[in-house]
T-cell receptor, first 117, second 118 residues
Framework: GEEVAQTPKHLVRGEGQKAKLYCAPI?????VFWYQQVLKNEFKFLIS????????ETGMPKERFSAKCLPNSPCSLEIQATKLEDSAVYFC???????????????FGAGSRLTVL | AQKVTQAQTEISVVEKEDVTLDCVYE???????LFWYKQPPSGELVFLIR??????QNEISGRYSWNFQKSTSSFNFTITASQVVDSAVYFC???????????????FGTGTRLKVLA
């Protein structure tokens, strides 16, 4: 499709529960990114993939966060044992392969709002 | 290291006024890319413009214009004759070329909330 599809739109979890978010990038896009946005402020980079390979995971809190992009499946972001501070909107974005003209435009999904109670 | 600074947290203007949103960036590389995105109250992110470091031409698109100045590491965004529908949070972002930095990620500023009052 021509849009980045994120599910679910809203997810509510009790503290300590697991949360899993999904992202279907635009068909043909090689790169997938996950960002965390807290209180409509800055976007914190979490992780990027080039196809199914992790490209940059410097933003991931490794203890509880994990992500995958497997062939023929939506990408996923999983949070084990959620904490109150994980409450945020998680955006997925995809872009085509970076070409000779440089960095391509990120197309964002609508976001998944995670509320941890 | 990459960094994007949007010093203006919130700006309020009256409809039809012009407004400029500031963006200052830091990068070690000579090849990089700058972006502006709009996030309206509905929450989605809307791409506005991309500029590469080799192209310092200013750009105008309708009521929007962008001023890129490498000498001051700034990429400012001006809305002329603002409208209520322009009310949103605007984000400036920076990305370095993979072959230069070895990575591929976009660093966003903290955003500027623009309120246009009727």
């Amino acid at each position: 499709g021509e849009e980045v599809a994120q599910t679910p739109k809203h997810l509510v979890r009790g503290e300590g529960q697991k949360a899993k978010l999904y992202c279907a990038p635009i068909k043909g896009h090689s790169y997938v990114f996950w960002y965390q946005q807290v209180l409509k402020n800055e976007f914190k980079f979490l992780i990027s993939f080039q196809n199914e390979n992790v490209f940059d995971e410097t933003g991931m809190p490794k203890e509880r966060f994990s992500a995958k992009c497997l062939p023929n499946s939506p990408c996923s972001l999983e949070i084990q044992a959620t904490k109150l501070e994980d409450s945020a909107v998680y955006f997925c974005a995809s872009s085509p392969r970076q070409g000779p003209s440089g960095a391509n435009v990120l197309t964002f999904g609508a976001g998944s709002r995670l509320t941890v109670l | 290291a990459q960094k994007v600074t949007q010093a203006q947290t919130e700006i309020s203007v009256v409809e039809k006024e012009d407004v400029t949103l500031d963006c200052v960036y830091e990068t070690r590389d000579t090849t990089y890319y700058l972006f502006w995105y709009k996030q309206p109250p509905s929450g989605e992110l809307v791409f506005l413009i991309r500029r590469n470091s080799f192209d310092e031409q200013n750009e105008i698109s309708g009521r929007y214009s962008w001023n890129f100045q490498k000498s001051t590491s700034s990429f400012n965004f001006t809305i002329t004759a603002s409208q209520v529908v322009d009310s949103a949070v605007y984000f400036c972002a920076l990305s370095e070329a993979i072959w230069a930095s070895g990575t591929y990620k976009y660093i966003f500023g903290t955003g500027t909330r623009l309120k246009v009052l009727a």
